[in-house]
């Protein structure tokens, strides 16, 4: 027997969407026993470092900005990992006034874009470090402490602590107030 048209062709969308879920099914089932070992499945990877080879005007992924989250997960410590690996690849691609502008207003007023620049000077090639930190909660605003270690391939070293910032939901808060931000970046010299 054959069927019209239309109806094979709904029969094969749904033959597609089925082997789809499917695959999503069993992507989501290895990922999940995957991440249960490593790192929480909210961590974005952090992307590589740049490498001689890559031409000079190909996009950097520190162009590409923080993966996008669903709006619960950008709310806790998976939207506060987010930005800090943004801000992390930036530092690690040596843009500097992206890594800047991401302080906050506070932060920016303890140290000029031209000081925040002139610490990586002499580095060489730059790798971050931020494992995960702790979340707190006090007056009404979730804090994100990490202890940060940048590393330079000249042997040159940074330790310390990134603070970020968000305001909880609460009646009046802006837009700004409620995206979590470097609220500190407070590093020295190894």
């Given at each position: 027997?054959?069927?019209?048209?239309?109806?094979?062709?709904?029969?094969?969308?749904?033959?597609?969407?089925?082997?789809?879920?499917?695959?999503?099914?069993?992507?989501?089932?290895?990922?999940?026993?995957?991440?249960?070992?490593?790192?929480?499945?909210?961590?974005?990877?952090?992307?590589?470092?740049?490498t001689s080879e890559e031409s000079p005007t190909a996009a950097s992924p520190a162009?590409?900005?923080?993966?996008?989250?669903?709006?619960?997960?950008?709310?806790?410590?998976?939207?506060?990992?987010?930005?800090?690996?943004?801000?992390?690849?930036?530092?690690?691609?040596?843009?500097?006034?992206?890594?800047?502008?991401?302080?906050?207003?506070?932060?920016?007023?303890?140290?000029?874009?031209?000081?925040?620049?002139?610490?990586?000077?002499?580095?060489?090639?730059?790798?971050?470090?931020?494992?995960?930190?702790?979340?707190?909660?006090?007056?009404?605003?979730?804090?994100?402490e990490v202890p940060t270690r940048i590393t330079g391939s000249s042997g040159k070293?940074?330790?310390?602590?990134?603070?970020?910032?968000?305001?909880?939901?609460?009646?009046?808060?802006?837009?700004?107030?409620?995206?979590?931000?470097?609220?500190?970046?407070?590093?020295?010299?190894?």
């Amino acid at each position: 027997m054959r069927l019209p048209r239309s109806a094979a062709r709904y029969a094969a969308v749904l033959l597609t969407a089925a082997a789809l879920a499917g695959c999503n099914q069993a992507n989501d089932e290895a990922g999940q026993t995957a991440n249960e070992t490593a790192t929480p499945p909210s961590a974005p990877t952090p992307a590589p470092t740049n490498t001689s080879e890559e031409s000079p005007t190909a996009a950097s992924p520190a162009d590409s900005g923080p993966a996008r989250l669903i709006p619960e997960a950008e709310k806790g410590e998976a939207g506060a990992r987010n930005v800090l690996l943004d801000f992390a690849r930036a530092i690690e691609f040596e843009d500097f006034s992206k890594a800047y502008a991401m302080l906050d207003k506070s932060a920016r007023q303890k140290i000029t874009h031209d000081a925040f620049a002139a610490m990586f000077e002499g580095f060489g090639e730059i790798t971050v470090a931020v494992p995960f930190g702790r979340m707190e909660g006090a007056a009404g605003s979730l804090y994100y402490e990490v202890p940060t270690r940048i590393t330079g391939s000249s042997g040159k070293k940074l330790s310390g602590t990134t603070v970020l910032r968000r305001v909880n939901d609460v009646p009046g808060a802006t837009a700004e107030q409620l995206r979590w931000h470097i609220e500190s970046f407070e590093v020295e010299p190894d």
